[in-house]
């Protein structure tokens, strides 16, 4: 069983920075696609940033662009989001998502997506 888990999140003031960290176990990270989405209250769940398998690819929500930067250690098995300049309407429910046989390219729904951490909450005070 593929198993996720998000860490980093918690209470930060506008403009402050977070970094959240997912790892993952029992699964090949490596060639795994992975994902960053939140969801806020009352919201859908939402993309916020991407990467591919080798990190040659990325993607970026364009309310986080020039922000947030995910990144990825394959030999930690862990992918992270650093997020900068953070804003009140950043407050939510952070979760980090894998995909299996992802080739070259990144993923942005969430149906498009196998594995689930169980998410991390991250709020910005004003």
């Known amino acids: 069983q593929v198993h996720l888990v998000e860490s980093g999140g918690g209470l930060v003031q506008a403009g402050g920075s977070l970094r959240v960290s997912c790892t993952v176990s029992n699964g090949a990270f490596s060639s795994y696609a992975m994902g960053w989405f939140r969801q806020a209250p009352g919201k859908e769940r939402e993309a916020v940033a991407a990467i591919s398998w080798n990190g040659g690819r990325t993607f970026y929500e364009d309310s986080v662009k020039g922000r947030f930067t995910i990144s990825r250690d394959n030999a930690k098995n862990t992918v992270y989001l650093q997020m900068d300049s953070l804003k009140p309407e950043d407050t939510a429910v952070y979760y980090c998502?894998?995909?299996?046989?992802?080739?070259?390219?990144?993923?942005?729904?969430?149906?498009?997506?196998?594995?689930w951490g169980q998410g991390t909450q991250v709020t910005v005070s004003s």
């Open positions: 998502a894998a995909r299996r046989l992802s080739g070259s390219f990144v993923y942005t729904r969430t149906y498009e997506y196998e594995y």
